[in-house]
């Protein structure tokens, strides 16, 4: 089964359960700084390209990249990214370099379970300022990009359940 046909399990702990601070009222000094955004591209595979250098795979002759994250590996295949800049609308491209340091130094990282009984990664970027990000990886064959998005911090709070794995401590 892809992962875009299983569903999340319903019922599974909250940020609120935890008792975990809203993102709406997150502190300032536990927050990144946002990156710069690209510029909207004017096509599907123009988008998929701008995305793929963001994400290190400038040359189309490489089909992956490797990313650290406090929950291990996360593999970035080329392939798989038409799936995150297919809804041209919404122009996801422009936040790629969010996604990248969602991944790389995320807020939080969440284990969500699915009803295929396989489980997703959600990252949890919180940035200064409007835009915050998710990042969705996942683990069904390693531990693969899936799928990101840009929201308000209201939104993203709906994307905080399951088993917290990792939360950033302020230094």
């Known amino acids: 089964m892809s992962p875009g046909h ?19 009222t997150l502190a300032t ?9 690209l510029p909207a591209a004017a ?25 650290t994250t406090p929950a291990g590996i996360v593999t970035v295949l080329r ?22 340091m969602t991944l790389e130094d995320p807020f939080e990282v969440w284990k969500v379970d699915y009803d295929n009984g396989d489980h997703r990664l959600a990252f949890i970027g919180a940035f ?4 915050q990000m998710l990042v ?5 064959n390693g531990q693969v990009l899936w799928n990101f998005m840009h929201c308000d911090a209201k939104s993203l709070n709906r994307h905080r ?8 401590i302020p230094a």
Request: glycine share 4%; charged share 30%; proline share 5%.
């Open 43 to 67: 096509d599907m595979d123009s988008a998929v390209e701008l995305v793929a250098q963001a994400f290190g795979l400038a040359d189309p002759a490489i089909d992956r990249a490797a990313i």
């Open 128 to 131: 200064e300022g409007k835009r």
């Open 6 to 24: 299983a569903k999340e399990l319903p019922g599974q702990k909250t940020w609120l359960d935890y008792d975990f601070q809203d993102l709406r």
């Open 29 to 37: 000094e536990l927050r990144s700084a946002p990156p710069a955004e």
């Open 136 to 140: 969705i990886v996942s683990t069904i």
């Open 79 to 100: 392939d798989k990214l038409a799936h995150v800049v297919e809804k041209r609308q919404d122009a996801r491209e422009r936040y790629t370099h969010h996604a990248v």
């Open 161 to 168: 359940h399951g088993i917290p794995i990792f939360q950033r």
